[in-house]
């Protein structure tokens, strides 16, 4: 199942943002563990200037149970189903997923 924090807002709900969804509930079913959107168009005090999230074209996924490996299958996932111009980055407490086709396929960030 995929669920919404309560303060996450979409200001413009872009097509972008479908294949995103779609796919976190295809892991959900197939892994039996619920997702979560952290985050589409959300303030953030610790966001990166060049985010696409004020674009209404970047997602915060989270598994519900916040294991790492289930975080990393969730990114992987995304990476392998998702068609090219979207980035996944494996963020240390959630998955970034975003449209781009200017970027890197793949950014890893420490925790």
Do not use: I
Request: with cysteine; hydrophobic share 40%; glycine share 2%.
């Amino acid at each position: 199942m995929l669920s919404f924090k309560t303060d996450v807002r979409v200001r413009v709900f872009r097509a972008q943002l479908v294949p995103v969804f779609a796919a976190a509930c295809e892991w959900s079913a197939q892994h039996g563990v619920d997702v979560q959107v952290a985050s589409v168009n959300d303030p953030a005090p610790n966001r990166v200037a060049d985010s696409l999230h004020p674009f209404d074209l970047a997602v915060d996924c989270d598994p519900v149970n916040d294991r790492p490996d289930d975080r990393q299958s969730l990114a992987d996932y995304f990476r392998r189903v998702l068609p090219a111009g979207y980035d996944v980055v494996f963020e240390s407490n959630h998955v970034h997923v975003e449209w781009d086709t200017h970027r890197p396929p793949l950014m890893m960030r420490p925790a």
